[in-house]
């Protein structure tokens, strides 16, 4: 069977982002950069994509930020099997995820990663079983973006290399991830405090005029608690 007329440019490209070193994206120099570090399996981190992230990237903050998201977490790998903490369907949909970043520009690749959270946090509040197949085909449908790109990207071994490419980059952190969401704006870990990270893009932006988000950041951080959630390495 002819491969599809696109699989050998993205090829390419999953080739060039798996070559490439980290943080090597081509970030707008005025912007601040907010990376997530986190695991498709942790409800935290589905809470804190879903609410505060997704509340931010629908605001005008979203001018002012170069998003990087790395779906690996507290993972780790065997030579090259992967072993996720919350299990098997955790690996697929962080692979997934990966490839999702890997092939779908903004604003697609934040809504259907939402959009991926939002139906594994319904499946959860009605005690059914995670389908990481279903929920992710769900989410491209809806939002028409086509699947063969992230197919491909999962089931030709790519997926698996960028994950492990992922993972590289969240062991060598430095401070060491401690738990996640683990939430940095221009490479300085918020820790805890991950919830507040609006107040920190807004103080780390340098450009002429502040969103109106910024003048917002002030009172949320306020009601903002100090104990935030994460999910802990076992």
Known sequence: MASPPFLPLLLLLLSLLLLSPPQSYSYESDKVNLTLYYETGCPY???????????????????????????????????STIVCQHGEDECLLNRIHACIIAVARQPYMFDIIKCTEEQEEQQ????????????????????????????????????????????????????????????TVNGIPLAQEYKKFVSYVCNAYKGKSLPSACRKSSHDTEKSSNEEHMCYRA
């Open 45 to 79: 981190c589905r809470d804190f994509i879903i609410h505060p992230l997704a509340q931010a990237m629908g605001s005008d903050l979203v001018n002012i930020v170069n998003l990087r998201l790395v779906p690996w977490g507290n993972a780790y790998s065997i030579g």
């Open 124 to 183: 959860a509040a009605n005690n059914m079983s995670s389908n990481p197949s279903a929920v992710w085909t769900y989410c491209v449908d809806k939002l028409q973006f086509p699947k063969s790109p992230i197919e491909h990207c999962s089931n030709s071994g790519m997926g698996e290399k960028l994950l492990l490419k992922y993972g590289y980059d969240t062991t060598h952190l430095k401070p060491p991830l401690r738990g996640v969401p683990w939430v």
